[in-house]
């Protein structure tokens, strides 16, 4: 069963605006981490926070986590047409083994 | 540093038949875990392993089966075929980092299974 919910489902946005996706969980965590997939690919490593961290960055993805809400979010700034894919956010409470949340489908109109 | 590798990319089977696939993680990676992918489920853990063996097992028929081998290459096999194992098999690997309590888990392209 999945970990939680990803808000929205999708989202659609012009080249150049921000984009924030938002995860929800179950359950006390360990890590949280953020993937991107292209339709039918694998699933790309984006950036992982620790339960004890609020808030990474990396490159133009910020991620923040909230462990008392149990929530994160996921912000993309000045969106770009490659960034149109899906983005997962997965949980581990025990090491090496991931639960998903739902999914995010993004677009980023040109 | 070649990252996890899987094979076959697609394959079409027949209902009653089996499947193997294969994964070779990012060297140094002793966990492979493998993932089921559907639109209607979502991501799901099947299992994983370190070092030959299975340490962690998700909520899936004993049709469903892996092995890990000594140079932490892993497959997986399903039985009997169904058409609901129509799905992407997403593998993935990870070696575990000292700097904190926690694994960044690489994953491959996936193998993409029609059950016809």
């Known amino acids: 069963s999945q970990q939680g919910e990803e808000d929205p489902q999708a989202l659609s946005i012009q080249e150049g605006e921000n984009a924030t996706m938002n995860c929800s969980y179950k359950t006390s965590i360990n890590n949280l981490q953020w993937y991107r997939q292209n339709s039918g690919r694998g699933l790309v490593h984006l950036i992982l926070?620790?339960?004890?961290?609020r808030e990474k960055h990396s490159g133009r993805l910020r991620v923040t986590l909230d462990t008392s809400k149990k929530s994160s979010s996921l912000l993309i700034t000045a969106s770009r047409a490659a960034d149109t894919a899906s983005y997962f956010c997965a949980t581990d409470r025990s090491s090496y083994k991931l639960i998903f949340g739902s999914g995010t489908r993004l677009l980023v109109r040109p | 540093k070649a990252g996890v590798t899987q094979t076959p990319r697609y394959l079409i089977k027949t209902r009653g038949q089996q499947v193997t696939l294969s994964c070779s993680p990012i060297s140094g990676h002793r966990s492979v875990s493998w993932y089921q992918q559907t639109p209607g489920q979502g991501l799901q853990f099947l299992f994983e392993y370190f070092s030959e063996t299975q340490r962690n097992k998700g909520n899936f028929p004993g049709r469903f089966s892996g092995r890990q081998f000594s140079n932490s290459r892993s497959e997986m096999n399903v039985s009997t075929l169904e058409l609901g194992d129509s799905a992407l098999y997403l593998c993935?690997?990870?070696?575990?980092?000292?700097?904190?309590?926690?694994?960044?888990?690489?994953f491959g392209e996936g193998s993409w299974l029609t059950v016809v």
């Open positions: 926070i620790r339960s004890n961290e």
């Open positions: 993935a690997s990870s070696a575990f980092d000292s700097s904190f309590s926690g694994n960044t888990i690489y």
